[in-house]
């Protein structure tokens, strides 16, 4: 018998593969890479997920429509208000019910706010991911302000559960539109030193352009949403494209860049920080008058038939598909959830960048994981 | 001579991008006052969280230990994860007629997910949140609350 | 273009398939056999040119399996909704469509590893979330005494 | 107590001040060394030094290590709007100390297939080229372990023994991380070493020597920065840089990068292990900043501008150990600034500012100072 004598210097030989995650600093949660390096440069990387798998499509069919919002708020709960108004509005729309304006837009303003907290969150953790420690505290010092004011009006800080089919469940805190204005006020200058600080930093410019490119072609066939997708110009936004709640009725562009590398993802998240707070000083001033939440039966039974409602979270386009078949239950729930989409393409744009470069890229995704296991 | 120019000017605007971001942070550090900081346990006096916070669910019973829980059940049925727990009793009212009343309503924090459903059905309006954030016991039974007082009545007026 | 040429557009390029005109996007019934086919016309053709698949979800509908597709163009921002079926619950197959639309991997990955739909011709058909002695739980028929609690 | 001083120190030399007698330690080191002569004979003499200053180095090298993770925990918290350490004892002063005891009871972790001798032995190599270094360091006048007529030369050879110990503690943890770690830490010393010694030797070209004692001599009238003007101060610069380099401290902690490797080379260490490591690279940090301090801003010479009698006079009322001291936390806290503002630079980038940016400047700069040194255009 001929013995095969092993090739030591083929590349399959000289892999190193290292097991990022579940438990690393840099993965956000229980996200398990498996690497493999040559030396330094990533060769390709494979995501182990299902670590907090809870089976929320399942749970959801067992429950009631009300109750589906408290586990949409365990899934992106970085932006749970958004999650929920995204089940509330297929809901609405199933019944075909008149939202009243005042429940709309105390929603748009609730989601930007949601949108800025979550990325200051993400500036505040790629930053840390860089190397920056001090990013970290800038970030998570001015979330609390829109925490406070989150906790002030729904009582909850991170996880609000404030909308429910109809509606919302409380009315807006008296101090709500104060307050909201003292943090635009706050923030528009507080801004510019995150610039100051991270994005005009040249190690930072070093870090991250050119870094992980992902082409338009690319990102359509991926199916990358949000700012990660924004970056390589696929005009990705639901609020424009299929305009929900209040967002036809307000200007804001759609921050659109080209690069589609780690600084444009970056610059994308900071620029819509700006529109955010736009978008919220044309309705902060003018919420309508009216009931916070309409009437609802006491049982909620959505005519039979299939829903599709796409909502843009801070992190992509989430659609909530309910298939229902007439009882108070949903007969099937998808949720299309944007970071289980846009962590498919992790490995299609880390390949041939070293491991700091991994660390930069899955931080300019803003991958938030049980958002992917749900 | 051009490349050489550029060179310098890189390392000039480098530098320059590099001291603009320690004026940031060695502004903040000469600013002792825009510390955010809360020294937690020493505060507790004056820390006050906001009425609307999601605290723990609580039965509130006035000064005569009434509460104005019915024991329909409507919380229970909508609570997801089958936190809340009725159980009822009949009694026999003054006037000799029977009647539901609870006799015990169990509450489970340990799987409250502060979705606010069940203060929020609730027909006469007798659950509410209190403000209480310190949780941790010892003990996971300590978790499973009987939220009505021993020896509390329906109050008067409430159906 | 809207729903109505939509549908002519889709029967000019198959008589057979049943359109159905739903509540928000129009509908199309596909043979699982002709699916791979539609899939890459809808894709390629000119006038088409769904190039964004949004979203993949596979159903059970009690009977049947299912697979929905939802697709979008981004050019002319128009909608289409495919649904194929198939009633072998015991090795339900598909083609896949990973290599039109690479976001199908994971999608499909998940359907499989959540309802035990199988895609041909899919690069790495592994189980996503659960690990191999799960069975699919998302199915109606899935049974599981210990993780499901019902009162 | 004071007078009696005074007195009797002002019988000996009448034209110096007081204070200028007293903050002069040769003679209080020179009193030890001859009444130890009288008592026995120079061997234990000898010996007996060497433990005294052993024992002093150790007890300095505890609390500089102790204060130091103490401020950088502060100074960090303060760049970041916290309060950092304020639970142990007033403003949390004992904070570190209470650390110091947690990591003393802590289990040392045996690590499975590890290479027992060299993981063990790792740590030790690491806080020995620390401690060695700290010998040559003049603290102040005459407050000296040794005086080595090659002082620059012997802490810069010393203090960059410690990456064997670090390679070695990434080699035998059969860490995939710490070998990483351990690799960057090697390439990137290997480079860095070269910038610190063009960095000084801008300094050595000025001062003509390389013994410590006669480079903080030399700078009585003037510290060296400013005496070099221009070229001085990239040197400066350029030895900071590169000195945060090779004490792995961020933005260059590619070795540890604890977003990327976890912790780097010392994954695997606990208890006392890791606190070695801790304790060196604060160790380290206070031995580079010492040395900028020494070469550059004039050790414990205090400040003075030329005509300002009354200025210098009370410039020199301070303590030229105090001087010393404030010098080098000055620097450390330079150093300490950089690491909480700037993000981690990649491995490769690291290199190329070596290679690229700090090599060459440090070239011409060397050129420069000679030059200016041969027409005598310094001050």
Redesign the interface.
Known sequence: MEEKVKDITSDEQQE?V?NMGPQ???THGVLRLVVSLKG?IVKNIEPH??YI?R?I??MCE???Y??I???T??MDYLSAHINNEAVCLNVE?ALEMDIPDRIKVIRTIMSELTRIQSHQLWWASF????????????GL?DR?KIL?IF??????RM?V?YN?PGGV??DI?PNFQKRVKEFIKYFRKILP?YD???S?????H??SKGIGKLSLE?A????V?GPSGRASG???DVRK?EPYSAYDRIIFKEILHTEGDTFSRYITRIDEMWESMNIIEQLIDNIPEGPYSVKMK?VIKLPE????Q?VETARG?L?V?I?SDGNKNPY?V?F?SPN??N???FN?ITKGF??????AIGGSLDLVIPDI?R | MRSIINYLKEIILGVWSLLKGMKVTGSYFFRPSTIVTQKYPSNRKDLVMFERFKGEVVMPHNEKNEHKCTGCGICELNCPNGTIEVISKTIITEDGKKKRAIDKHIYRLGMCTFCALCVKTCPSNALAFSQKFEHAVFNRAHLIKTLNKPGSQLMKGVE | MDKIQLGEFIKSIDQDLEIKEGKQYLEVIVPALKLYSLAKQLRDKKEAQFDYLFCLSGVDYGQDLGVVYHLRSTIYDHVIVLKTRTADRENPKFDSVSDIWKTADFHEREAFDLLGIRFANHPDLRRLFLDSSWGFPLRKDYVDDINIVTK | MLPEIVALNTSSSLSVPWWKVVYDFLPLTQWIDSSLHNAMSPFWTTVTEMLIIGVLILLFYALVGLFLVYAERKVCAFMQNRLGPNRVGPFGIFQTIADLFKLLFKELVPIKNADGFLFNLAPFIVIIASFMAIAAIPFAKGLHAIDLNIGVLYVIAVSAMGVIGVLLAGWSSNNKYSLIGAMRSGAQIVSYELSVGLAIITIVIMAGSMQLSVIVEAQRDGWFIFKGHIPAFIAFIIFLISSTAETNRGPFDLAEAESELTAGYHTEYSGIKFAFFFLAEYINMFIVASIAATVFLGGWMPFHVGPWEGFNHIMDFIPPFIWYIGKTFFVIFLMMWFKWTFPRLRIDQLLTLEWKYLLPINLVNVLIMAFIVLMGWHF
């Open positions: 190193y290292i690393h600093p840099s330094e997920i299902g798998h089976g499509e399942k067992s429950i009631t009300p109750q919002i408290h586990l708020d365990r729309k930053g840390m991911d860089l190397g920056g420690l001090t990013c970290f505290f800038y010092r609390e406070d906790e002030e009006t729904c009582g909850g996880l559960s429910c469940m409380y805190h030193e100051q600080l991270l005009g930093n040249v190690i930072f070093e870090r690319d359509i066939s991926y199916g949403t696929f005009s990705c494209h006491p038939g299939e829903y599709y796409r386009e659609g598909y298939i099937r998808k299309r289980f989409v962590l498919s393409v299609h070293k491991i700091a470069d991994l660390v296991d």
